[in-house]
């Protein structure tokens, strides 16, 4: 009963949090304003090293306005992978909430979830149409199979906000990268970026106590398969969201050979992409979803490493 109250306390807080600290994609990112005009030679969206392909030696060879392009182009693909997930997490949410009962502090929460959700998508599309990027998103696959993926929200919980988190920690991290190096990035991708992550904080934060509660008391066998599934989806997630998709290297004449060199054979690219889950891992062992075989997947899949010490917390003030 206890552990119970306290799994509606933290709801509450987050319920709270949604109310006093919400942004609207278009009263709250000043669109028109000449500092937020987009140029696509504008050198400022030049990719930096917190991307990978900004570290390569081909993309550092390309003429300035070739490299500013691909630039904006990788972020406006990068939101529109972000808009599909999302869609699909809304859709997955509203399958969830059809059987909460009434006065579920679920309930209310994950509709300011969902809320946000609907802004992201809105403020991701109007970046995508300013930018006049012709961008495909996600790879076919996971187009032709997103109508199947909410179903599993009613019909196993655990595994949908799984996938979840799977689309909402690597882009997390990856945000948080650029904005903490700071330099001289686009101010218009900045704010979007800033708006994202703190409204994000809240939504991991919901999907890391939901599986920490929930997951503990399923069955022997689900947590044996949830253990073993985890790594698969946080890794299938993490190449959907980061890798270019073939149509985009196609479309901006990429060769296939700086993608396979970057993901994720360099040094530098198998540590970030072992980063993007120390969260992740310390949630794995909260739940009780490592063992000894859960453990060697992980390292197969090249996500293994230490765990966070500290669960990422809802932001508390507006950016």
Known sequence: MVEAQSYSEKLETLSEGSVRVAFNAFTDIAWDDPEFAIDPEDPRWILSGADPLGGHPWYQAQPPERRARIGLARRANTCKVGWQFENMLIKGVLEYLMDRPDGDPEFRYLMHEITEETHHIQMFAEFIRR?????????????????????????????????????????????????????????????????????????????????????????????????????????????????????????????????????????????????????????????????????????????????????????????
């Not at 930018?131 to 019909?155: C, D, E, N």
């Not at 690219?269 to 909260?286: C, G, N, Q």
């Open 131 to 319: 930018s006049g990027a012709k961008v495909p998103g996600g790879p076919l696959w996971l187009r032709i199979i997103q109508s199947a993926i909410p179903v599993t929200a009613r019909l196993r919980p655990a595994v949908f906000f799984t996938s979840v988190l799977a689309g909402e920690e690597p882009v997390d991290h990856m945000q948080k990268a650029v904005l903490r190096a700071g330099g001289e990035g686009h101010p218009l991708m900045r704010r979007i970026m800033q708006i994202h992550v703190a409204e994000e904080a809240r939504h991991i934060s919901f999907a890391h106590e939901y599986l920490a509660r929930t997951v503990p008391a399923l069955p022997r066998y689900r947590r044996i398969a949830l253990s073993l599934l985890l790594p698969f989806i946080m890794r299938i997630a993490c190449d959907v969201i980061v890798v270019p998709s073939r149509t985009f290297t196609r479309t901006y004449g990429i060769p296939r050979r700086v993608i396979k060199d970057l993901y994720w054979d360099q040094e530098s690219s198998k540590k970030m992409l072992r980063d993007l889950f120390a969260d992740v891992r310390m949630l794995a062992e909260e739940a009780g979803l490592m063992n000894p075989v859960s453990r060697r997947v992980w390292k197969a899949l090249g996500i293994d490493g230490r765990p966070s010490r500290f669960r990422a917390e809802p932001a508390p003030q507006s950016p």
